[in-house]
């Protein structure tokens, strides 16, 4: 009796309660694997967060202790670099930093405990930067110190003033090498071997602190994720320092931290390898029994697997379930024939090109589009893409195939090939990684020929660059209008910003009403007929002004034909409109301006033809212009006036300007006419034609000998006048000059007619008079006084430039230059002006010469940016000494006074009476403010001096002195004297008999 498939599936069974005790033990296996581990991470994962607590803590101790410092050093003050390095030393931060150092907001290093040769400057730290511009303390990344190039953390706080400025930063450095918070935390031991560990966050991460000192400013792993996989690995744990920002890890070695876990597992191990052998040999015992009766079916599975078409013998008439089997494989094995050619029907026909490889790199399947992509044969289908690399490399990149197809990854990539046949073409490789009993068979995949695309990209980028480089404007609307792009010339002339969005802006917004109007009943319709228009339009600018364009509409269509929007390509015209108007008027002023000449302007070709004629050609002869026209030269003027002409015109066709005179006959009677030949050369510099112009000069010649009979008048009255006087022309020559100006120089007429105003003054007195000859020369009428001071002479002139303009016209031609000696008057002038500005009491400067001569030196102090200084001083109680004595008394201390305050000061210094008892004193060109300071101090000491005054009588004075100071700027001379005044005050206040100086030079109106 045949034994059934179901009772050897119950023996099988039996078999299989073994097999399941097994996997029961595997499973606790793992279990406790995973209970133990879970165990000791949350363990170490305590102690990791209280260590990182801890630390933080530690490091808001010293950046506490940092801050308090800075305030310390912020009151005290910023100024003194020997106070702040003692103040770094007597503060002694060291105990809790390796070094301290104190920098300027420009990062300079001006105190620094130790003290070094030569601090750096750490303006370009990145921590520096942070506390400079947000005022709030920082930790730095760890980084390696300029100076001893150490790696070290520094800690940084901002140093303010008390009225709240930044005055500087305070830094201090934790060695990472060295005993410290830091370092003390790197040589702490963990159980057997574990260490701490301290990195940065980021996408960047370094090495903080580290027991082994290599690793410091190194990389680091961005998380702890790879150190706590499982218990294969090192355990390892991480914390956030918050006010870092570190992460600090403990490390805890996997032979240290699971050694109990894997003596539990060897017992383990060992309890269900002898329960597995015994279930595995009774397995092997049922199975071998059970599945004899399938062994021809798995043997014909084995042969169609290796060869799918190939034919194989099944008992497909067995009355059994090995015969129910058989005929169940054999119906499947059809419908899998059938799906298979489908589908390498579908793979064949497939745009895309396909394959399939296996793990040593080998295609085993490629579709005819694969082929196709890469140029080959299906010969060659084995190899791939590996037949198209070098042969010097190919097994370089074989290696790197193969290991890319035993990856678990998905493979995208690009790759450019050169084909046999020569071209070259870039594919996009897309792939899948085909899994097999839980690992890697091969890859499946897709290869597209992205050659077109790549080059239409390009294109767009190239074309978008283009647009948003060229000058000429471009924009995109859709088909309602509303624009869809603008390239940066269109925004800056429409007044839109660069990254303004533009969605709700139209056409309409940009276009006047004219233009909107040729848009709708033109321009858009020509476009969507003909796919482009091209002309000319006006466009708004940013003002809203019209202006003319160069305009090119374009209309794009999709792939079925429907409208998507317009282009515009715009090119502002509106210099070459004004070019061609400029022109036309240019034409047409010049054939007005030639028809008005009283002269005869006309153009001949080579060949001597006449091919423009003005109409003074008809003034003088009787002849139409256009009857004139292509008749010769010759012919014209007849052949006696043409032996004449002749020399002249062959000359002026040899390529030189020609002018000659000749005289001429006419309808109007015979004229002197001076003829000018001017040649026209093509971009060759040959000879195309000439210009001529024959001016009338028989007046000219007539007004010669007038204008000689009247020039010999004039000069004979000029050289009787006792000014001098002479014409000088556009060009600054003299072209006349009378007998004085001969005596006032010792020089003949001859020598100085022809020569330049320049050339006859000289360089210091041609620069004097160099502004009022342009004033002439502009046409204005110019007086002006010269005054020449020597060691024993002076002398004053007034001169006056008449422009000359050109007759009937408003051009200046020249100058009359007519120059007086007031020399009297002048000496009589300043003899008057000094007496009024004369004290005369003290024969000091009064009030007006005060105001005068500290102008002046405000002026000469704003030109050279040199420091002055103003003294405002007076007598203290001088009321009472005149109450006392009286004003004789009074009138004689003032006079002893001034002499007195002239002992004590340079000879330079302007010392002024204002009235009263007000003195001033005005010095300039100080090196610094401390000598006009010791200047008033030793005056308020000199006039402690008791004064003898009218025969023995001796009266004790004191003085008060206040000092302003000025080196340049918009201060006016009020200002100035104010601040003075109320320095004058400042040391009355103070008790008198004392000076009282501003600590800064006026700027302003207001000290």
């Known amino acids: 009796m045949r034994l059934k498939l179901r009772t050897k599936t119950a023996l099988l069974v039996t078999s299989l309660v073994l097999a399941l005790v097994g996997a029961t033990g595997g499973w606790q296996y793992r279990n406790l694997s995973s209970e133990y581990v879970d165990l000791m991470r949350e363990q170490q994962q305590a102690l990791t967060e209280s260590a990182a607590a801890d630390l933080d803590y530690k490091l808001g101790v010293h950046l506490a202790a940092l801050s308090r410092a800075a305030r310390e050093l912020g009151e005290r003050g910023f100024a003194d670099p020997a106070a702040q390095q003692r103040f770094l030393a007597d503060k002694d931060l060291r105990a809790m930093f390796d070094n301290a150092a104190l920098a300027t907001p420009d990062g300079?290093?001006?105190?620094?405990?130790?003290?070094?040769?030569?601090?750096?400057?750490?303006?370009?730290?990145?921590?520096?930067?942070?506390?400079?511009?947000?005022?709030?303390?920082?930790?730095?990344?760890?980084?390696?110190?300029?100076?001893?190039?150490?790696?070290?953390?520094?800690?940084?706080?901002?140093?303010?003033?008390?009225?709240?400025?930044?005055?500087?930063?305070?830094?201090?450095?934790?060695n990472l090498q060295r005993a410290n918070?830091?370092?003390?935390?790197?040589?702490?031991?963990?159980?057997?071997?574990?260490?701490?560990?301290?990195?940065?966050?980021?996408?960047?991460?370094?090495?903080?602190?580290?027991?082994?000192?290599?690793?410091?400013?190194?990389?680091?792993?961005?998380?702890?994720?790879?150190?706590?996989?499982?218990?294969?690995n090192d355990l390892a744990t991480h914390a956030t320092v918050r006010s870092a920002n570190w992460d600090l890890r403990l490390v805890v070695p996997a032979h240290a931290a699971y050694a109990p876990l894997e003596q539990a597992r060897r017992n383990l191990l060992l309890q269900l390898l002898w329960l597995g052998?015994?279930?595995?040999?009774?397995?092997?015992?049922?199975?071998?029994?059970?599945?004899?009766?399938?062994?021809?079916?798995?043997?014909?599975?084995?042969?169609?697997?290796?060869?799918?078409?190939?034919?194989?013998?099944?008992d497909v008439v067995a009355n059994d379930e090995r015969g129910d089997l058989a005929r169940e494989f054999d119906a499947l094995m059809a419908e899998l024939r059938e799906q298979r050619l489908e589908v390498a029907a579908v793979t064949d026909a497939s745009p895309v090109g396909l394959f399939r490889c296996d793990s040593s790199g080998r295609m085993t399947y490629v579709n005819d589009e694969y082929l196709a992509i890469h140029g080959l044969a299906r010969e060659d289908a084995e190899e791939g893409w590996?037949?198209?690399?070098?042969?010097?490399?190919?097994?370089?990149?074989?290696?790197?195939?193969?290991?890319?197809?035993?990856?678990?990854?998905?493979?995208?990539?690009?790759?450019?090939?050169?084909?046999?046949?020569?071209?070259?073409?870039?594919?996009?490789?897309?792939?899948?990684?085909?899994?097999?009993?839980?690992?890697?068979?091969?890859?499946?995949?897709?290869?597209?020929?992205?050659?077109?695309?790549?080059?239409?990209?390009?294109?767009?980028?190239?074309?978008?660059?283009?647009?948003d480089k060229t000058t000429d404007y471009i924009i995109q609307n859709d088909a309602t209008g509303r624009l869809i792009y603008m390239n940066p010339a269109a925004r800056r002339r429409t007044g839109v910003d660069l990254d303004a969005p533009i969605e709700k802006l139209k056409v309409s917004d940009f276009n006047p009403p004219q233009t909107l109007e040729r848009f709708r009943s033109e321009v858009v319709p020509t476009a969507i007929a003909t796919g482009v228009w091209v002309g000319e339009?006006?466009?708004?600018?940013?003002?809203?002004?019209?202006?003319?364009?160069?305009?090119?509409?374009?209309?794009?269509?999709?792939?079925?034909?429907?409208?998507?929007?317009?282009?515009?390509?715009?090119?502002?015209?509106?210099?070459?409109?004004?070019?061609?108007?400029?022109?036309?008027?240019?034409?047409?002023?010049?054939?007005?301006?030639?028809?008005?000449?009283?002269?005869?302007?006309?153009?001949?070709?080579?060949?001597?033809?006449?091919?423009?004629?003005?109409?003074?050609?008809q003034d003088w002869f009787g002849a139409e212009p256009r009857q004139l026209l292509g008749r010769s030269l010759q012919?014209?003027?007849?052949?006696?006036?043409?032996?004449?002409?002749?020399?002249?015109?062959?000359?002026?066709?040899?390529?030189?300007?020609?002018?000659?005179?000749?005289?001429?006959?006419?309808?109007?009677?015979?004229?002197?006419?001076?003829?000018?030949?001017?040649?026209?050369?093509?971009?060759?510099?040959?000879?195309?034609?000439?210009?001529?112009?024959?001016?009338?000069?028989?007046?000219?010649?007539?007004?010669?000998?007038?204008?000689?009979?009247?020039?010999?008048?004039?000069?004979?009255?000029?050289?009787?006048?006792?000014?001098?006087?002479?014409?000088?022309?556009?060009?600054?020559?003299?072209?006349?000059?009378?007998?004085?100006?001969?005596?006032?120089?010792?020089?003949?007429?001859?020598?100085?007619?022809?020569?330049?105003?320049?050339?006859?003054?000289?360089?210091?007195?041609?620069?004097?008079?160099?502004?009022?000859?342009?004033?002439?020369?502009?046409?204005?009428?110019v007086t002006f006084q010269s005054e020449v001071s020597q060691s024993d002479s002076y002398n004053c002139y007034e001169a006056q430039y008449i422009p000359q303009p050109a007759a009937n016209t408003e051009t200046i031609v020249g100058f009359h230059a007519v120059i007086t000696d007031i020399t009297r008057q002048k000496l009589e002038e300043k003899r008057l002006v000094n007496l009024a500005q004369i004290d005369p009491l003290t024969s000091l400067a009064n009030r007006a010469g005060f105001e005068a001569r500290l102008g002046e030196a405000m002026d000469r102090s704003r030109s050279a940016g040199?420091?002055?200084?103003?003294?405002?001083?007076?007598?203290?109680?001088?009321?009472?000494?005149?109450?006392?004595?009286?004003?004789?008394?009074?009138?004689?201390?003032?006079?002893?006074?001034?002499?007195?305050?002239?002992?004590?000061?340079?000879?330079?210094?302007?010392?002024?009476?204002?009235g009263g008892d007000e003195f001033t004193v005005i010095m300039e060109g100080l090196p610094h403010a401390d000598i006009a300071v010791s200047a008033a101090t030793k005056l308020v000491a000199a006039m402690q001096t008791p004064f003898i005054i009218e025969q023995q009588r001796t009266i004790d004075i004191t003085a008060s002195i206040g000092l302003a100071f000025y080196q340049g700027g918009d201060a006016t001379a009020a200002a100035l004297v104010k601040q003075a005044d109320e320095m004058l005050y400042q040391a009355k206040r103070s008790g008198r008999n004392n000076v009282q100086a501003a600590a800064l030079p006026v700027e302003g109106d207001r000290p």
């Open 277 to 314: 052998l015994g279930c595995a040999f009774l397995v092997w015992l049922g199975t071998a029994w059970v599945m004899r009766p399938l062994e021809a079916l798995s043997n014909a599975i084995r042969t169609l697997r290796r060869s799918p078409d190939s034919q194989v013998a099944l």
């Open 537 to 617: 339009s006006l466009v708004w600018d940013i003002q809203r002004r019209a202006f003319p364009v160069s305009h090119m509409v374009i209309a794009h269509r999709d792939k079925q034909g429907k409208l998507e929007y317009f282009s515009g390509l715009m090119r502002d015209i509106s210099d070459a409109k004004a070019a061609e108007q400029a022109l036309r008027d240019s034409e047409h002023r010049l054939r007005m301006v030639t028809d008005h000449l009283p002269a005869l302007i006309s153009y001949l070709d080579r060949d001597l033809r006449f091919r423009f004629v003005n109409k003074a050609y």
């Open 635 to 781: 012919e014209f003027y007849g052949n006696e006036a043409w032996a004449q002409m002749e020399p002249y015109i062959r000359a002026a066709l040899g390529g030189r300007q020609v002018t000659y005179e000749r005289r001429v006959t006419g309808p109007g009677g015979r004229r002197d006419i001076q003829a000018t030949l001017v040649p026209e050369r093509n971009e060759a510099g040959e000879v195309m034609g000439l210009y001529t112009l024959d001016s009338d000069i028989t007046a000219h010649h007539e007004a010669e000998e007038a204008l000689q009979e009247s020039e010999a008048r004039l000069r004979t009255v000029a050289d009787a006048l006792p000014m001098r006087v002479a014409y000088i022309d556009a060009d600054e020559r003299y072209r006349f000059n009378n007998l004085a100006y001969e005596r006032e120089f010792g020089l003949s007429r001859d020598q100085i007619q022809g020569h330049t105003v320049h050339e006859l003054l000289g360089d210091p007195a041609y620069e004097s008079v160099k502004p009022h000859i342009r004033a002439a020369l502009a046409g204005e009428v």
């Open 108 to 174: 300079a290093i001006v105190a620094i405990n130790p003290p070094a040769a030569q601090p750096p400057n750490v303006a370009d730290r990145d921590y520096f930067k942070r506390v400079r511009d947000l005022r709030q303390p920082a930790i730095s990344a760890p980084l390696l110190t300029k100076g001893s190039h150490q790696p070290a953390v520094v800690m940084a706080v901002p140093v303010e003033a008390p009225d709240g400025r930044l005055i500087g930063v305070l830094g201090a450095a934790l």
């Open 866 to 914: 040199a420091l002055m200084a103003l003294m405002y001083l007076d007598i203290d109680g001088f009321k009472q000494i005149n109450d006392q004595f009286g004003h004789q008394t009074g009138d004689e201390l003032l006079k002893a006074f001034a002499g007195r305050l002239s002992q004590g000061l340079r000879s330079t210094d302007v010392r002024a009476r204002l």
């Open 386 to 467: 590996l037949t198209l690399v070098r042969k010097e490399i190919r097994d370089e990149v074989r290696k790197e195939w193969i290991r890319l197809v035993n990856t678990d990854e998905p493979l995208n990539a690009t790759r450019r090939l050169h084909r046999k046949d020569g071209t070259r073409v870039l594919v996009a490789l897309r792939s899948r990684p085909v899994r097999a009993e839980g690992r890697v068979a091969g890859h499946v995949g897709t290869v597209t020929d992205i050659t077109e695309r790549t080059q239409a990209e390009r294109a767009l980028r190239t074309l978008t660059a283009i647009f």
């Open 181 to 232: 918070v830091l370092g003390d935390l790197s040589r702490a031991s963990v159980g057997r071997g574990g260490h701490y560990e301290i990195v940065t966050r980021g996408e960047s991460p370094q090495v903080v602190m580290h027991p082994d000192a290599k690793r410091l400013l190194t990389p680091a792993a961005a998380t702890t994720v790879a150190y706590t996989a499982g218990p294969e």
